[in-house]
């Protein structure tokens, strides 16, 4: 795998994704949208199966392999994969059983009212980045507006006409109306998705109530072990559909270990004293209309790693034989 720090740059930092090696061959890498999920494909039994490769948060690596064996065909050799752009279903090439090769498709999520709940939500957030670029573009038209507006008072027009400012600022005028009538419209898209999801059971609410926000820790995994003097990084997911996360704090065992305000850079804190035991992490998401929503726990354990085995006492040495019989 290579990463970039962003898409104007060169790839670099090319690493072996040993998490997903198999005992031979891979190849055909196809990542799901969301960048959680890899099939790829592997010679591991023979002729080429399909296989799956998940992780919790983009900054880990690859691993739980999975063979997707809904995908074998009768011919055999599946290979090639590429996920569809929801990352729901998976389309490659198999043989048939008359060794002819044939394009295939095979879903990953199979149940159809899970899968329309995963496509409602992911057409909310693009509506939800949608609302974001508007208001940001609003932002702009309104201080060009304002800009132009001095210039008017001022009754300095330089190389223009007075007709011109006023006719850019009428134009100005337009397009922020137009803005403002398109961000209504996707906020009242985003408020019919919402209750579709409440009628499928997905988080149900009143009407006119705040969609209280999503959170899921992402670090450390279930199950991770630590020393007591080892710092340990805690990270959380954060999303809220129709305003902003304006806090994440963080628990063990219901006693607050940190928080943090500003998710710039994503949402983290850091716990140092932490004395031997088992302790469950949550993290408690508040959006800025003040609804608060508590993740699924995380279960760690925190113990001094065992002292080495004694090293064994050096062997006796060997009884020397008996003296030879005098003749």
Not at 5 to 29: K, L, M, V
Not at 185 to 212: C, R, T
Not at 253 to 282: C, M, Q, R, V
Request: glycine share 8%; proline share 11%.
């Amino acid at each position: 795998m290579a990463t970039r720090p962003d898409r104007y740059s060169p790839f670099c930092n090319i690493t072996n994704q040993i998490g997903i090696n198999t005992a031979a061959s891979e190849g055909g890498p196809s990542v799901s949208p969301d960048g959680l999920t890899l099939v790829f494909d592997s010679h591991h039994n023979g002729p080429s199966q399909l296989f799956k490769a998940t992780r919790q948060s983009l900054t880990q690596p690859f691993g739980n392999i999975e063979h997707l064996s809904a995908c074998d065909t009768p011919g055999g050799c599946s290979a090639n994969p590429c996920l569809s752009s929801d990352g729901s279903a998976i389309y490659y090439r198999s043989h048939t059983a008359t060794r002819s090769t044939d394009i295939y498709v095979s879903y990953l999520i199979e149940d159809a009212v899970e899968l329309a709940v995963i496509r409602i939500e992911d057409a909310i957030v693009e509506k939800v980045e949608a609302l974001e670029r508007i208001d940001a573009s609003l932002e702009k038209e309104l201080a060009a507006y304002k800009s132009l507006e001095e210039v008017l008072e001022s009754g300095d027009y330089g190389d223009l006409k007075k007709g011109d400012i006023v006719t850019a600022m009428q134009t100005i005028h337009s397009a922020i109306q137009h803005q403002e009538l398109s961000k209504k419209a996707l906020e009242k898209s985003i408020e019919k998705l919402l209750y579709s999801l409440s009628a499928l059971g997905y988080g149900p609410q009143p009407p006119g109530s705040n969609w209280p926000p999503n959170v899921t820790i992402t670090r450390p995994q279930n199950g991770a072990e630590f020393n007591p003097d080892q710092n340990i990084e805690i990270e959380a997911d954060a999303l809220d559909y129709d305003g902003s996360v304006v806090m994440v704090e963080f628990f063990a065992d219901e006693n607050k270990i940190g928080e943090d305000n500003d998710g710039a850079d994503g949402w983290t804190t850091d716990w140092y004293e932490h004395p031997e035991g088992t302790y469950s992490l949550t993290a408690k998401a508040t959006d800025d209309d003040g609804a608060a929503t508590t993740s699924a726990a995380v279960g760690i354990r925190v113990a001094e790693e065992p002292p080495p085995p004694p090293i064994p006492p050096p062997p006796p040495p060997p009884i020397p034989p008996p003296p030879p019989p005098r003749p």
